[in-house]
């Protein structure tokens, strides 16, 4: 199934709430627990991600990681 990023956005907005029933388009979506709401983000969020939909988030707010390398010769 493809993802939307106004799905990831509904979902977003749902945990940012704490609201476990929220409408989406023509269809109300219930949750049983916070942790099913994480869990169907993180699907979401992942699906998005690995299709290029999303850009792929760093684990740091540091910035873009780069790596250096030195030598003694």
Known sequence: ???????????????????LEFRFGDRWVKY???ADLRAAYELVKAQLQSSGALPLTAGSNRGPATLATFSRE
Not at 7 to 12: F, M, V
């Open 1 to 19: 199934m493809a993802f939307t990023t106004d799905q990831l956005a509904a979902l977003e907005a749902a945990l940012a709430s704490g609201q």
């Open 32 to 34: 049983q627990t916070i």
